[in-house]
Nanobody, 128 residues
Framework: QVQLVESGGGLVQAGSSLRLSCSVS????????TAWFRQTPGKEREFVAA??????????YHADSVEGRFTISRENDKNALYLQMNSLIPEDTAVYYC???????????????????WGQGTQVTVSS
């Protein structure tokens, strides 16, 4: 069973940076399709970024809304996933979740209902 635990959220001012971490257990992170999503009250869970499993090339994808500001990465030795968030704006305020799945097709990676494993979420609040 894959388990995911996020950390690193907090309250920051606009323009600041934060790094979210997702500790993965139960399976090697490099064998999983992994992603970050975020959600605000009353809204659908929104895709932020994804890394494909190594067997499909490990390619990285970011949502247009965070392109150039956020960077997803993973560290195989630590079995962890990260989200480096720079130039934060108030609109980035949300609960951030890491997600994983054993095997997704490329067209599915931006849809939260395709992922089998989820962390508990970590709150990120950006003040203006």
């Amino acid at each position: 069973q894959v388990q995911l635990v996020e950390s690193g959220g907090g309250l920051v001012q606009a323009g600041s940076s934060l790094r979210l971490s997702c500790s993965v257990s139960g399976r090697s992170v490099r064998t999983l399709d992994t992603a970050w999503f975020r959600q605000t009250p009353g809204k659908e869970r929104e895709f932020v970024a994804a890394i494909r499993r190594s067997g499909t090339g490990g390619r990285i994808y970011h949502a247009d809304s965070v392109e150039g500001r956020f960077t997803i990465s993973r560290e195989n030795d630590k079995n962890a996933l990260y989200l480096q968030m720079n130039s934060l704006i108030p609109e980035d305020t949300a609960v951030y979740y890491c997600a994983a799945d054993s095997s997704l097709i490329l067209s599915s990676i931006r849809f939260p209902n395709q992922y089998d494993y989820w962390g508990q979420g970590t709150q990120v609040t950006v003040s203006s």
